[in-house]
């Protein structure tokens, strides 16, 4: 809701720097990102967001989350039709964005434990793009795989990009964690997405910003 960690990722959303520094990173980059799930995470952009997350040093949201309706998945119901199971925490059920994030979210998690370049490439803004290759995907992502992703919270940009507040656990072989020493860490990163009229994708964070990360227990 995920540095690249071959050179210590950022895990927020895959931006050199950056992915998903998220994840991804976890995961994602990036985790990832980026997500930071894996890279920045997982994108992250790899994984590679925050909720307490939010660990936007600059240009943090300037309005607060939305207080919609409560959409049907209310509290923490799994998205559908994604192999990742991706969760809401009450306060982020509540905001009308949430299932189509949700969706996005279950997309770009599952891209990245499938090591999907294509598809995760496809949830990437054009600058976003422009910072990874199939083989950068594949040196931040190689052994990363995220779970437990949780949206946290959901709010709005200057700009108008829907800021995703999101928590997650990336598992790693040890060499390729932001230590190397970690074989699990637990992400907080923030992704900017921008609207693209049939969903999101990934657009670049502000200046400064960075995803936190922390070993498991």
Not at 1 to 11: D, K, L, Q, T, V
Not at 154 to 165: H, Q
Request: hydrophobic share 30%; with cysteine; net charge neutral.
């Amino acid at each position: 809701m995920a540095g690249m960690r071959p050179e210590r990722p950022s895990r927020a959303p895959l931006v050199a720097g950056v992915v998903v520094g998220v994840a991804l990173a976890a995961a994602a980059a990036v985790a990832g990102v980026w997500l930071t799930g894996g890279f920045s995470s997982s994108a992250s952009t790899g994984a590679h967001g925050h909720t307490g997350p939010t660990s936007t040093t600059q240009g943090s949201p300037t309005t607060s989350p939305s207080t919609g309706a409560t959409s049907p998945s209310a509290g923490s119901t799994p998205s559908s039709g994604a192999s990742n199971v991706v969760t809401a925490s009450p306060g982020a059920a509540s905001n009308p964005k949430e299932p189509s994030v949700i969706a996005f979210l279950g997309e770009y998690f599952t891209s990245i434990n499938t090591r999907n370049y294509h598809k995760f490439f496809g949830l990437l803004g054009a600058q976003a793009q422009a910072d990874i290759s199939p083989q950068r995907f594949r040196r931040g992502y190689r052994s990363t795989r995220d779970s437990n992703e949780t949206l946290q919270s959901l709010s709005t940009a200057a700009n108008g990009d829907t800021v995703a507040a999101v928590t997650f656990t990336s598992h790693q072989n040890p060499a390729d964690s932001v230590n190397q020493q970690e074989s699990c860490t637990r992400w907080q990163v923030t992704l900017w997405l921008a609207s693209t009229g049939g969903g999101y994708v990934i657009d670049q964070p502000p200046p400064g910003y960075h995803a936190q990360d922390s070993p498991c227990p």
